[in-house]
């Protein structure tokens, strides 16, 4: 085979036409509809000076239109480099230059920053939506088939030093990503999939790709809201849902005694370990969670959970996807046993080829078709993967391991603890201790010596927080992740202790 | 990506060992189970001289054994050849001389033949099942991973002239296969298939195959019985099952006024044309039938009517799988317009890569990636595929082209006609004239005015058949399909008239 498929949006508006593929606010589109302001769209590109093989940048929110946009540079066969909405100007202004795209879509409020860009940029291209859709339209040159190994989309990541990388996505990276949850989590012509990630997260944008290659309707949120996500759930049939656990908790708090409706099949939970004590309150509550191990090298999950295992394997991220593998691997290259922790390396045909213009980098990520994730967990006998957590949140104590997950878990096990996080403080005699973060219930406050007290309970003594701080809030990025180096940057700048 | 995949069996054993792969009379496997007999099998073929990359025959029947023994094969890499148990043993000879396998295994009554072909073939290493599974047991050594690329196994199809070729399946073009059906017609983890068509057919084959792929439970059954299929439908929570026309029409008149269960979600319906009285007595009974078309050549189905359309678009093999793609070529080569008949061309990644061995052969009908089916249909203005006819199979008569299944579509309609099968017979005016082969319901005598009488009112002129000929039984091959060639044969050889 020559590793060809049709354009996909293409392929599924013939397919079935009359389906419906988004439903957002009070609007619904069909996969017909989505393909004609699509091809609209790309016709308007087209004049736009958007060519097959170049690279489009867009900086856009959760937005029908937004679906738009990304199928229409679809069918011409550009590049998109997917530009995170939340990021500040220089950043973007540094994956602009690096990703060398010639063309910058932008939602209408940030047309300052386009302006910024402009002048920076003189050869950019860049325009709002409204400029977008107000071109004229010219009769766009379609690409009709695509090649697997070209790429679709480029989105960066922020590794723990240096600039950020622009992650290679092609189109079989996302088929294949499609596919193997297909094989994993089973697939009806009653699926319908929630989506109120961000869409310039491959935890969004997977959600799209998924919705055309299976021709499932997915329903679009502007952003995470726990009402809103319970209303829809009931009164839009949605089926699966991607969260992160915060998120989970957001739900699970707000639903009190009431049920999700029985064909709510799904509550696929990504975004680092979860703690246990919210997996359970999920069982108590009948809320059926499939954990996940997956980030954008992967275009999503690698690793989910069946749903056999959902509760004896509760804390486990699974097993891979049938395509995908799996290894953990010691510091000194040897594969660990079953149960010894070690860096999660993985591969498979939804893992990235490398890095944008980034030789070095890829060399040293992806080495014999295995992507080291610089994540840290282990298998168990059976292996199922354990995630541990983030190799660069690690902190080494007088020379033992603490993983922050295991002491965030135990910490959110307190009643009235909502979230936790914790970071490694330098400390003269162990090297680093452990400090947490917490965001109280109803803004409680609750004593430190009760705090040391439930970790004393549940912790070995070099595992207990050094620190506690009581803070409104805690830094998550756009997907809601925990970002730990946030913390840790707070208190290196002082702003505790 | 390098086109590799974790062996197929391996992972699936690993993924979800504890699952059902197969009930066969009252024994059942799980996938660890069948791993384990697999494994113990492979060590006992490899100890006969089964090498990775060897072509490696089988001439088996549907049995528990049957499943260990094809899957030992894969866990070795080696390449099997499916030999069909119906053919004669010149024509079993010819094929393993053409294949040049080097080992045979073969059903414990196939005994006599085994010996014969060991007298004509010196070099082959000939089995039967029981000397098999007596062999010493040594460890084998293991295809852990396969490429896609690789040929996984060998099925010969007649054409209408010359010998036998075999078509080369690749574990890619079954995996591509699964995966298409999969996106089609959904998949979930209360779905269980049953497998009453031959295992060596692509029909039976490819259950098999997608069972390891989607970690489903199949129900296989030595051959087809309509009383069995009904009972286990009902009492194995049966949800797919594969079937040609005559066998549908059996469960039909069988089923009566009962109904299937509502758990059985499909009747997937290959095997050529449908005639319509069946599917409308389908609609009527609730039966789900998906009309499919396709081939050994496919690797099982390759268009496929969607379920939103079984109704509106009856008689339809409906559209292709997501990743494959069909045209229609008129004898010109110019792509024909929607409604114009011509030759059905296909291409995809389960479309075979051609003959083995037979350069020649898949020169001629394989060309620049499509393959020549050599049926005929049309593509309506929606681009529903309708099938005509086997293009061998045509009857041509005074210019007019003539479908043999449209008029058996007709005959069908009868309500004491059971069977019907129209071939062509010479004719010194009109060059051939349809004749029909028919099968009365309890054997009951159909006057042939009243066969006229019937015909005039349905069908034009030129199109009625010119000879009826009641018989006991049509001739079919183990998939039940129509054998129109014996028909022809047996007019030829001065058998009727």
């Known amino acids: 085979m020559d590793n060809k498929m049709p354009n996909f949006l293409t392929r599924r508006a013939f397919l079935t036409p009359e ?3 988004v439903c957002f606010q009070e609007q619904s589109l069909t996969f017909k509809e989505l393909y004609d302001r699509s091809y609209q769209t790309a016709g308007q590109l087209q004049k736009l000076g958007v060519k097959n093989g170049q690279f489009t940048a867009v900086l856009l929110k959760n937005h029908l239109d937004t679906i738009v946009i990304l199928f229409a540079l679809q069918l011409l066969g550009t590049k998109t480099v997917i530009l995170n909405c939340r990021l500040t100007a220089a950043e ?20 300052d920053l386009k302006q910024q860009f402009t002048e920076q940029l003189p050869t950019l291209i860049s325009v709002t939506k ?21 790429i679709c989309t480029i989105m960066y990541t922020s590794g723990t030093t240096g600039k950020p990388k622009g992650v290679i996505q092609t189109y079989g990276n996302h088929w294949w990503s499609a596919v193997g949850s297909a094989l ?6 009653q699926d319908c999939w929630l989506c109120t990630v961000p869409l310039f997260h491959i935890s969004g944008f997977s959600i799209l790709m998924r919705s055309v290659i299976y021709g499932m309707p997915i329903v679009l ?45 799904c509550m696929l939970l990504g975004g680092g370990p979860a703690p246990l004590p919210l997996l359970k309150t999920c069982v108590e509550k009948q809320i059926p969670v499939f954990q996940t191990y997956g980030m954008t090298e992967t275009s999503s999950q690698i690793v989910t959970l069946s749903p056999e295992y959902s509760l004896t394997k509760l804390g486990s991220a699974g097993k891979p996807l049938f395509p995908s593998e799996i290894r953990i691997e010691r510091i000194d290259g040897a594969t660990a046993q079953p ?16 890095y944008l213009n980034r030789e070095d980098a890829t060399a040293e990520k992806i080495r014999q078709g295995w992507l080291y994730t610089g994540d840290v967990g282990y298998l168990d006998e059976e292996g199922f993967l354990f995630v541990l957590d983030r190799r660069s949140d690690l902190i080494i104590s007088g020379g033992e391991n603490i993983y922050p997950a295991e002491i965030e878990a135990v910490l959110l096990a307190h009643p009235d603890i909502l979230e936790a996080g914790v970071t490694a403080v330098d400390d003269k005699d162990w090297g680093q201790v452990p400090a947490a973060f917490i965001v109280t219930r109803n803004g409680r406050d609750i004593p430190v010596d009760e705090l040391q007290q439930f970790c004393r309970n549940r912790l070995a003594k070099y ?12 830094p998550r990025n756009a997907a809601k992740k925990l970002l730990r180096r946030t913390l840790r940057d707070w208190v290196n700048e002082g702003r505790f202790r």
Not at 132 to 150: G, N, W
Not at 339 to 354: C, D, F, L, M, R
Not at 463 to 474: G, N
Request: charged content about 30%; glycine content about 4%.
């Open 19 to 21: 389906r419906t593929v």
């Open 184 to 189: 994993n989590l089973g697939l009806t012509d």
């Open 130 to 150: 409204t400029m977008l859709f107000a071109q004229e339209q010219v009769q766009p040159k379609l690409l009709e088939e695509v090649s697997l190994d070209e």
């Open 221 to 265: 949120h502007e952003k995470f809201s726990e009402q809103k996500t319970i209303r829809d759930i009931k009164d839009k049939r949605v089926t699966i849902m991607s969260v992160v656990g915060t998120m989970l908790s957001r739900i699970v708090d707000t639903l009190e005694d009431e049920r999700l409706p029985k064909e709510f099949r």
């Open 92 to 111: 973007l202004l540094w994956q602009l230059q690096d990703s060398q795209a010639s063309v910058l879509i932008v939602e209408d409020c940030f047309a």
């Open 463 to 474: 595992k207990i927080p050094k620190f506690f701080y009581l803070i409104d809030r805690l």
């Open 339 to 354: 149960g010894e922790a070690g860096e999660i390396v993985v591969k498979g045909p939804n893992v990235t080829s490398g």
